[in-house]
């Protein structure tokens, strides 16, 4: 395994024999309830679902099963032989019971599918979703996650950028979510508008507290055609510097349970429609500027993990 500080998506794989799975991103069709007047028909102040994945332009119009033969190709010529399914773009859960399982289902008989990773908001998961989520752990025993957009911890900051639910959701969602045995992934978000370095740290300390199997963390960046567009063209929003992110990650990391899985240190840092921050980085390069942060300040993760117990 690699020697990191942190514990990686990839060695967590390595460690239940899994090593070989490659993650195809899939566009089911699915709306937002933030976006279709539902909540609201502003979305997210950053919402830009093409840019969350560089091949999510090319999905569009593509059924289910083009998507997933395209997908394998692609990973079959870096050598993967296994896949996870990973429906990614809007809201996942969003849809009537009988909706769901017909698209969940399309990828179920694929016997090159190792896994299924659905991702969707917190205030999206009814008990008959996540009855019928848990009733397909017989067939992905290993690699069944429900990705829930957590993104911060403090309402102010979700009101600020018009998501649609209160933290709560997310504690709801979590608690609810594991009775129901699943696997949950929260994504958090560094750099949201008007927080402070303290309350990023705040929101890492109740993911830790909330215990997920896997955390996501993204970095904000400003895409065109957004209402934080217009904030940062006006001044009123300005990105993150790059030392900035890699300090305040590292930090983060630390503060978590040393057997989470960091599924993700970075969001997208270039492609259409993406203009700030300009870093000037490769992905390969923001990980390994983190983990040299880390091991020259004597951080790893749950260096400064608190196990904080509380009921909400």
């Given at each position: 395994?690699?020697?990191?500080?942190y514990?990686?998506?990839?060695?967590?794989?390595?460690?239940?024999g899994?090593?070989?799975a490659?993650?195809?991103?899939?566009?089911?069709?699915f709306?937002?309830p933030?976006?279709?007047?539902?909540?609201s028909q502003?979305?997210?102040?950053?919402?830009?679902?093409?840019?969350f994945?560089?091949?999510?332009?090319?999905?569009?119009?593509k059924?289910?099963?083009?998507q997933?033969?395209n997908?394998k190709?692609?990973?079959?010529?870096?050598?993967?032989?296994?896949?996870?399914?990973y429906?990614?773009a809007?809201?996942?859960?969003?849809g009537?019971?009988?909706e769901?399982?017909?698209?969940y289902?399309?990828?179920?008989?694929?016997?090159?599918?190792a896994?299924?990773?659905?991702?969707?908001?917190?205030?999206?998961?009814?008990?008959?979703?996540l009855?019928?989520?848990?009733?397909?752990?017989?067939?992905?025993?290993?690699?069944?996650?429900?990705e829930l957009?957590?993104?911060?911890?403090?309402?102010?900051t979700?009101?600020?950028?018009?998501?649609?639910?209160l933290?709560?959701?997310?504690?709801?969602?979590?608690?609810?979510?594991k009775?129901?045995?699943?696997?949950?992934?929260?994504h958090?978000?560094?750099?949201?508008?008007?927080?402070s370095?303290?309350?990023i740290?705040?929101t890492?300390?109740?993911?830790?507290?909330?215990?997920?199997?896997?955390i996501?963390?993204?970095h904000?960046?400003?895409?065109?055609n957004?209402a934080?567009?217009?904030?940062y063209?006006?001044?009123?929003?300005?990105?993150?510097?790059?030392q900035?992110?890699?300090?305040?990650?590292?930090?983060?990391i630390?503060?978590?349970?040393?057997?989470?899985?960091?599924?993700?240190?970075?969001?997208e840092?270039?492609?259409?429609?993406?203009?700030?921050?300009?870093?000037?980085?490769s992905?390969?390069?923001?990980?390994?500027?983190i983990?040299?942060?880390?091991?020259?300040?004597?951080?790893?993760?749950?260096?400064?993990y608190?196990?904080?117990?509380?009921?909400?």
């Open positions: 395994m690699e020697h990191l500080p514990l990686t998506f990839k060695n967590w794989l390595r460690s239940i899994e090593e070989g490659y993650k195809i991103t899939i566009d089911a069709g709306s937002c933030n976006r279709d007047g539902t909540l502003a979305g997210c102040i950053f919402c830009d679902n093409a840019s994945s560089p091949a999510h332009r090319e999905l569009a119009g059924t289910l099963a083009e997933i033969e997908g190709k692609f990973g079959k010529r870096f050598g993967y032989d296994k896949f996870i399914a429906f990614q809007f809201t996942n859960t969003y009537t019971v009988d769901l399982k017909q698209k289902d399309a990828i179920v008989d694929d016997e090159e599918i896994g299924l990773a659905i991702g969707t908001r917190p205030d999206c998961v009814s008990d008959d979703v009855d019928l989520i848990a009733s397909y752990q017989s067939r992905f025993p290993k690699l069944l996650y429900l957009g957590m993104q911060s911890a403090h309402d102010k979700l009101e600020r950028i018009n998501r649609g639910h933290h709560k959701a997310t504690i709801n969602a979590v608690y609810r979510a009775k129901y045995g699943l696997k949950i992934v929260l958090s978000i560094l750099g949201l508008p008007e927080e370095d303290e309350e740290m705040e890492a300390d109740e993911v830790a507290r909330l215990n997920p199997h896997s996501k963390i993204h904000l960046y400003v895409c065109e957004t934080l567009a217009k904030m063209k006006v001044g009123e929003y300005k990105a993150l510097e790059y900035n992110y890699i300090e305040l990650v590292s930090k983060y630390a503060r978590l349970p040393e057997n989470m899985v960091i599924q993700r240190l970075v969001g840092l270039a492609g259409k429609g993406i203009i700030a921050p300009n870093w000037g980085k992905k390969a390069q923001v990980i390994q500027d983990v040299k942060y880390m091991n020259s300040n004597n951080l790893r993760q749950g260096r400064n608190i196990d904080k117990k509380r009921e909400d």
